[in-house]
């Protein structure tokens, strides 16, 4: 079975700071492994996903993540948050094409970012 | 390029009131739907997901159900809504069930 956890219900940086938002992540085989950003009353929307290939993926708005195998990890980072990156962050995974596996979402991050 | 719509963008409802909710997708054909309920701006909870005309998967029984008569029509039913079913209801949709979902703007359901 696949599960995804994200472990802080909350993170908050100093504008112009680096960011990281974490997610582990734990999935038979190779993992596709995705973030998403929610804002106030809004769907969700799609930063970036990692199937293959170089283990940095980036993404929107300057975002980018890092596949680690070793520690199961797929943290989303930035290296200078903005007061509009304020937003609830999810993480998903699923376990491939050809697991006919559907994505599962994390329990999400809220990310406050103070001017 | 492909969108999604929901309808409506709210509603309030009273208890014991019927539900419909209905998401459509544009510029794709045969995609993979989705239902979500989000309380309180937190987790996400899949509710149905179907893969094709006339089949839906239950992931939570409860009191709502799912249709899906055309390719890129799937909507949301209740015959008497509870006050626990107040949330924010999302639709998505993906080319494969492993891949990328793309969310719909959701409805705001208030049941009073």
């Known amino acids: 079975a696949q599960s995804v956890a994200q472990p802080e219900d909350q993170v908050n940086v100093a504008e112009g700071n680096p960011l990281t938002v974490k997610c582990t992540y734990s999935?038979?085989?190779?993992?596709?492994l995705f973030w998403y950003v929610q804002y106030p009353n809004r769907g969700l929307q799609f930063l970036l996903k990692y199937i293959t290939g170089d283990n940095l993926v980036k993404g929107s708005y300057g975002f980018e993540a890092e596949f680690n195998k070793s520690q199961t990890s797929f943290h989303l980072k930035k290296p200078s948050a903005l007061v509009s990156d304020s937003a609830l962050y999810f993480c998903?995974?699923?376990?491939?094409?050809?697991?006919?596996?559907?994505?599962?979402f994390g329990s999400g991050t809220r990310l406050s970012i103070r001017p | 390029s492909q969108t999604i719509h929901q309808w409506p963008a709210t509603l309030v409802q009273p208890v014991g009131s019927p539900l419909s909710l209905e998401c459509t997708v544009e510029g794709t054909s045969n995609p993979n739907l989705y239902w979500y309920r989000q309380a309180a701006g937190r987790g996400l909870q899949l509710l149905f997901y179907s893969v094709g005309i006339g089949q839906i998967s239950s992931e939570v029984p409860q009191n709502l159900s799912a249709s899906r008569p055309q390719d890129r029509q799937f909507i949301l039913s209740s015959k008497k809504l509870l006050l626990s079913d107040s949330g924010f209801y999302l639709c998505?949709?993906?080319?494969?069930?492993?891949?990328?979902?793309?969310f719909g703007p959701g409805t705001r359901l208030t049941v009073l």
């Open positions: 998505a949709w993906s080319r494969d069930l492993a891949d990328t979902q793309y």
């Open positions: 998903a995974v699923s376990a491939g094409y050809s697991s006919a596996s559907k994505i599962i």
């Open positions: 999935v038979s085989g190779n993992p596709y």
